[in-house]
């Protein structure tokens, strides 16, 4: 077919009905690069004997070193009238966010499953994937050569094993649809409500109104039948893309019809699916599988493969190719026919007889929709940032999606960039993007130098900017191109400055910013970054910067303490970020810590039992309350109250901390949006400003208060969902502080809610107000307390803080300024106190305190205090700090991992050693299960981030390259082991010996994390100075 010539593509880039964006998506390995290896190789920009050995599209050194994909790459390529602009997506979990961003510039996709390995995680993760986006899919179900010569499965048998994967894909997608079927159910009959409230509809008008709950309704009525896949609807293509060979049922219905003299479209419905032949009667009949038939899909399809295989490669038997060739009229080369390896002659073969690009292109043309066919639903979904509804937006904005408007709108989305091989006239990276395009609006231009404002989401600011130029993005190439019409892929440069990872380009400031990608992975894993010579520290950070902007999913940062920091989803992630900063970003050497794993700390109800599960009684409530050393500022109660004094004297505050239920804690670390909002609709209440919120919003934030009050249940917490003061860290965080002081009336964190909802129904409430003066430093010491932990400084995570004792004993405002008259000080006082209820509130909480009766000296002692320890609101945030934690160090503490899930499949004879390396580093096997029909194991298990580094080549190395495993980050878990743990009875003695340092894993972790950060650490270096004695049994 030769070179594609550029002029060829641009034409074909003008008529966007035959344009086809679209990615492959798979599990990791599954064969996507080999697959497009093919398919670029139909347009011949490489040589058709490489395709599947070159893997082209893996440009960069390290994906062909390691053989995994890293980064997505596009191509554009011609198929008849077709223009397809291809991206190949990663499928290793690690870079799940490539996935996300393909996704989004794609309106179709080519989901490949493994014909021996089935549907595995990230199957399942990239088919809801491209659901969420609504983009359509088409399968194809490669490696069948595996079945033929690794399982060794007879035609028959291959046949059932493929109906199982297409159940397996089916049973995924039939779940997604189920459950959109259900959500939309609730989103209409939640509108249908409003609709109701508002007055808009006569009750007549909806029946439903005297709900009668019918769960099917919904699901009888939607059309579902385009969703699956099925060979007879043609969105299956069934291949092995290594030896070049894939087909739909389509080309052997043709094949056959003409042979056999039945109609194709009969054969269509009938190839795939329980039909026989009927030999005698010439007929095509139901039953095969009642009957012991063979089908008619083993009978005509598949037996030929499994023929040809078994001459070719089994038998090499060379009469039978020669007369297979000449039925099949294919030619062959000598030199491939005398080929020693079978292989090449086969894949020779195959690739005449039913070459896979052409299936693959074909249905792809066939099936998947051009950009103008862009469902107005996708557009809704696009458009509604916040979970702002579509009908909610602007007249404006709501007709851009129709085009109606003149207003030469030009969407772009420019999400992902791609990282280009160097040259001198282009960048070093240049950012891949979609125009996105209203559906009557085709045909109008990028121009070459427009100036369009950019919207960068989240930010609601515009911007504007120019793009320099356009590029075709061809693989391993980029052409530059002048204009580019609507509805294709394309390349821009020149918008590094003002873009970060992603953003919408409308020349509309209508327009809202598209929704931001919906990521699966999350950054967990952070080393510290510094150049092998001081002085390129500019070039790093100027690295640093890009690489941020480049990569969806990794965080750059510069953390208080100066460090340079970069957080990846994984290993795998993290050794490609700091490849890219090598070779392309900054250029520089640099160094980079050991991975830096997060923890978080906590407290638990005092334990039962000890470590050699003996009862404890109450000894261990003795050895805990030992650690807090009470001073005259500081007591202790036994019930584990923290009573701290500021240094002046003047305020005590007592606080205990909780142990949070667990679900809360989860709750809580959900919701950090919602929490963060309900922080600023407080703040801008406070300051006498109003937040709109949506009524989403409002709805969401009613429910998570709720399910709190469910949650919170018991003596303890009684009324605790309404006495919230505050969480934490940074206001958001899954730490409560807690009212708890008797007498003491603040508004709860959810008053901005009743007021928002107070405004609705049109009477404002008069706001009760009584924040005493000095409110906001305890929960600024609350904050700080929570930021950091006393074990090793790292958050806190599901505690609560309750403050069950604040008293102030103000001798009285003038003593903060001892050299004002009187007159002077009474008029001050009077402009101070501003609303009479706080200083009420103030005189009544002081009146508590017991100490109200000071005599006039006392105050005046005082007033030096004040000086001498500078202001008041210092004092009490760094009381609250350390009593919050005293409080916490009061109870048991625990360190919490990050833990990662993680699925592995290995045959049978590999199973040990998996789980002699699983155990090894602390992981637990959650489940092992057979794979159906297949010798596989799948083990799920969680696994410490913190064990978790070398596991996967620990594993491959074990298992010889059998098992590779899939991890994720999942949640925190508390280790069970107390670092502070020193063995006390007779059988811990006996069980772990004196030292007893094996058994502490989290000791091992909180040291390691307090070496990092410079912090003390009590250790016995030298266990025994004098002598090493010789301990014998028998003395
Ligand atoms: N037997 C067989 N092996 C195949 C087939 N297709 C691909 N492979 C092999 O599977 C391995 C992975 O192929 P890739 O194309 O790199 O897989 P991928 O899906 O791109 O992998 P990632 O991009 O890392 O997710 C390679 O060793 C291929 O040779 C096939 O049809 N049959
Ligand atoms: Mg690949």
Redo the contacts with the bound molecule.
Sequence with gaps: MGYTSLDKIKALQKNPANVRNLCIL??????????ADSLVASNGIISSRLA?KL?YL?SREDEQIR???MKSSAISLHYKDYLINLI?????VDFSSEVSTAVRLCDGAIV?VDAVEGVCPQTQAVLRQAWLENIRPVLVI?????LI??LKLTSQEAYTHLQKILEQVNAVTGSLFTSKVLEDRAVKEERAEEDKEEGDIEPAECPGSEQVYDWSAGLEDSDDSQLYFSPDQGNVVF?????GWGFSIQQFAQIHSQRMGIRAEVLLKTLWGDFYLNAKAKKIMKGAHAKGKKPLFVQLVLDNIWSLYDAVVTRRDKEKIEKMMMSLGVKVMTRDSRHSDPKVLLSAICSQWLPVSQAVLFMVCDKLPSPLDMTSERIERLMSVGARRFHSLPLQTQELKTGETHTHTLQLHKSCLGSWPDRDTLRDWQPFSRRKVGREMPNQEVQHRTSVSACLPPVPHLACCTMDSLYLLMGRELEELEEVPSGNVLGIGGLEECVLKSATLSTSPALPPFIPLNFEATPIVRVAIEPKHPSEMPKLVRGMRLLNQADPCAEVLIQETGEHVLVTAGEVHLQRCLDDLRERFAKIEISASKPIIPFRETVIRPPKVDMVNEDLGKQQKVAVIHQVKESDTLHLDPSGLVTLTTPNRQATVGVRAIPLPEEVTLLLEGSADLIRTLEQAGQAQREGRTLDMSTWTLDALMVLKSRLEVLLQGRKWRNAVDRIWAFGPRRYGPNILLNSVEGYQRPSVWHCLEREKGEKEGGAKAEASAIRDFDNSVVSGFQLATLSGPMCEEPLMGVCFSVERWDMNFPTQRTHLDSVTEEDSNSLDASVSESPGEAAGQQEASGKAGGAGETPSQAEGAVVLVDCYGPFSGQLIAAVKEACRHAFQAKPQRLMAAMYTCEIMATAEVLGRVYGVLGKREGRVLQEEMKEGTEMFIIKAVLPVAESFGFADEIRKRTSGLASPQLVFSHWEVISSDPSWVPTTEEEYLHFGEKADSANQALKYMNGVRRRKGLYVEEKIVEHGEKQRTLSKNK
């Design positions: 798979a599990h990791v390995d599954h064969g996507k690069t080999t697959l599947g893997r893996d053989g995994i994909t190949d997506s990663p499928g290793h490949i490669n490696k069948i050569d595996r010569m690794e291949a092995s893309a290594i030896d």
